[in-house]
């Protein structure tokens, strides 16, 4: 009976270190394994620096301002007047 229950935790914890090897391999080549993003709460977001003062913000949260067909991206509205006087 020992010989059982040894025998499952080492099948187990081989199990449990060959599914690790895998996510690192994934997240080597640019994936992201379901662990890493249920620890991080969901997908990235990529940040864009604005173009006046240099701070990184959020697509998502931040005031935005297309000319042409390039997007610029600002931390507050003060930011975004400086550019558009420029």
Not at 26 to 34: P, R, S, Y
Not at 44 to 72: E, F, H, I
Request: net charge positive; charged share 20%; glycine share 10%.
């Amino acid at each position: 009976m020992t010989r059982v229950i040894l025998l499952g935790v080492l099948l187990m914890t081989a199990a449990w270190a060959f599914w690790r090897l895998v996510d690192g391999v994934i997240e080597t080549f640019g994936g992201t394994t379901e662990s890493k993003r249920q620890r991080r709460g969901g997908p990235a977001v990529k940040l864009t620096r604005d173009p006046v003062c240099g701070t990184w913000v959020s697509p998502n949260n931040a005031r935005a301002l297309t000319v042409g067909s390039t997007a610029y991206f600002f931390c507050s509205d003060e930011c975004l007047r400086k550019f558009q006087r420029q």
